[in-house]
């Protein structure tokens, strides 16, 4: 029926909101730079690894990162503050699909947060011969 979701896209709604990937992490002094603000390429690393886990969560197959689109670096991240990285995923094509991840930060002492950066990433999942399969299994296990 018109305006109704097939079966098949709400078990992707419900694997995209099931795989939605949240961390915590603290930033120390080993992750910053001599402006004393997390390393971009730090960020960046673990950027890579929250798009790693949530493109496996939802997909439950083994996964490797094929592209990373433009990242937005708006707000630096002090040494001694946390940053919450939320990934998100947000294109489900056959073999592929895109995470976003946006990526908070927020002092350890004061209440609030700010957006620090954004980006999104592409994705594949392989088989033992690591040529692409689906990211989805169309029939229900
Ligand atoms: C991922 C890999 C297996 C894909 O192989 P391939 O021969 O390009 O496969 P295909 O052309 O069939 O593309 C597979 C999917 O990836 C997508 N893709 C391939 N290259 C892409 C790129 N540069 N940007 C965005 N998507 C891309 C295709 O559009 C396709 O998506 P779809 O099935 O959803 O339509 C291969 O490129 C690879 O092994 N890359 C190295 C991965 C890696 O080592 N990553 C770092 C460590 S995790």
Avoid: W
């Avoid at 939605?20 to 992750?31: L, N, R, W």
């Avoid at 390429?41 to 689109?69: H, L, N, Q, W």
């Avoid at 990934?87 to 976003?100: A, E, H, I, K, W």
């Amino acid at each position: 029926m018109e305006g109704q979701l097939t079966n098949r896209e709400l078990r992707i709604q419900k694997k995209i909101k099931d795989s939605e990937t949240h961390v915590f992490k603290a930033v120390f002094p080993g992750q910053t730079n001599h402006h004393n603000t997390m390393f971009g390429g730090a960020v960046m690393y673990i950027m890579d690894e929250i798009a790693f886990m949530t493109a496996t969560r939802f997909c439950r197959k083994p996964i490797v990162t094929v592209s990373s689109d433009k990242i937005d670096f708006n707000h630096p991240i002090p040494a001694g503050t946390l940053v919450e990285l939320i990934g998100t995923v947000v294109r489900v094509g056959r073999t592929s699909l895109d995470v976003r991840v946006d990526v908070f930060v927020e002092s350890m002492y004061r209440e609030g947060r700010e957006k620090a950066m954004t980006g999104t990433f592409t994705l594949v999942a392989i088989n033992e011969s690591k040529r692409p399969v689906p990211v989805f299994d169309e029939v229900e296990e």
